[in-house]
């Protein structure tokens, strides 16, 4: 039973180009959740998605940062016009519904540098 | 500011010890707290979670201890193994409505086992 799945594992921008950041959920998991880690430091809840709806968006800057969950394939979120500030590791996670018991299963994350 | 921390960044420990790792909070309002495991180039690993009504939890070889008074919980990692050696976070719920998608982490402590 494979795990959350995220690719690339790396990638490397210039600034101003767009970056595209996939996940594919856990197998009957239809909850995505987008964190960023900047170096040394916590994970930061981004933005919260189900299948072809934003639940929850609060985390996300308000320009140049997007995400979907389309009804068939991986989510994405998506940089425009990266910066150098958004180099960061990009982790996705996934659960079955948003209950109770709350335990995230997270992929190895997208680690995004930006030249 | 972080509602989460952490008063020790870098624990040192010799294998075959008991590690503690500590952690502050400020939201008295949160009500649930996850400990995460985080190996160099990977993604956090749940390790346990206590809701605010209990005061410890018992895992496998781990022991969460919740101090509400003081918005104070630790993680104890008895018999530390070369395998526990990670970054160790806490986070918190903030999440409404008993969800528990929207958490806040910690920066983390770097735990080393030295054999």
């Known amino acids: 039973n494979a795990g959350v799945m995220q690719n690339p594992r790396h990638l490397v921008r210039r600034r101003g180009q767009e970056a595209r950041l996939r996940c594919s959920p856990m197998k009957g998991h239809s909850h995505v959740y987008w964190y960023r880690q900047l170096p040394e430091e916590g994970l930061k809840f981004m933005v919260y998605?189900?299948?072809?709806?934003?639940?929850?968006e609060s985390g996300m800057p308000k320009e140049r940062f997007s995400a979907e969950f389309p009804k068939e394939g991986p989510s994405i979120l998506r940089i425009q016009q990266v910066v150098r500030g958004d180099s960061a590791a990009y982790f996705c996670a996934s659960s079955r519904a948003k209950r109770d018991t709350g335990e995230l299963f997270f992929g190895e994350g997208s680690r995004l540098t930006v030249l | 500011g972080e509602s989460v921390g952490l008063h020790l960044p870098t624990l040192s420990v010799q294998e075959g010890d008991n590690s503690i790792i500590n952690c502050a909070y400020s939201n008295s309002a949160s009500d649930y707290f996850i400990w995460y495991k985080q190996e160099s180039g990977k993604g956090p690993q749940f390790i346990i979670d206590i809701r605010s009504n209990m005061d410890k939890r018992q895992g496998q070889r781990v022991t969460v201890l919740l101090n509400k008074t003081v918005k104070h919980l630790s993680l104890q990692i008895a018999a530390t193994q070369p395998g526990d050696s990670a970054v160790y976070f806490c986070a918190e719920n903030i999440g409404s409505g008993g969800s528990n998608y929207k958490l806040t982490f910690g920066k983390g402590t770097l735990l080393t086992v030295n054999p």
């Open positions: 998605l189900q299948k072809e709806n934003i639940i929850d």
